[in-house]
């Protein structure tokens, strides 16, 4: 996978900021949507306290292994899918965790069937679609063009 290419996919889909913002759900939240955590030196500092390039960069890389990870125990195979569909599904991933992912029962049998039309529909059909919105149309796109 092309964590580079991931990383410039994630900042157009999550945003960049190198300061300490709200998330829309009001969580303190930096970088490439990295939600500060307690083990984070940003943990409890106020809104707008910059954040360096290589700190946004060093958290991106963990998070990123961490949601391929999470990815994994959703999609076993991952490593074997196209290179595509394991950036759409990692990007899926970081969005929403593992837990949620799980549920899209139609679009994992769509998957790991090669079944790439109907992955792109049923990954569509769900309350996370509505919510990303244009996001979802780009990443459906990209399974789509698998088939």
Not at 26 to 32: E, H, L, S, V
Not at 89 to 113: E, H, Q
Not at 114 to 134: C, H, I, L, P, Y
Request: hydrophobic share 40%; aromatic share 8%; glycine share 8%.
């Amino acid at each position: 996978m092309n964590i580079d290419q991931l990383r410039e996919q994630l900042k157009i889909d999550e945003g960049v900021k190198y300061e300490i913002y709200n998330d829309h759900l009001g969580y303190a939240t930096f970088g490439i949507g990295h939600l500060v955590v307690k083990g984070d030196e940003e943990h409890g500092k106020p809104i707008g306290t910059p954040v360096s390039e290589e700190r946004v960069n060093s958290v991106f890389d963990s998070d990123v292994a961490t949601y391929v990870t999470e990815a994994k125990k959703v999609f076993p195979n991952l490593d074997t899918l196209p290179e595509e569909a394991q950036e759409v599904i990692v990007n899926m991933c970081f969005n929403m965790g593992a837990p949620r992912l799980s549920k899209f029962k139609k679009f994992i049998g769509g998957v790991n069937a090669g079944d790439w039309d109907t992955a792109a529909v049923e990954m569509m059909d769900s309350r996370w679609a509505k919510q990303v919105g244009v996001r979802a149309d780009r990443l459906r796109d990209r399974i789509k063009a698998l088939a």
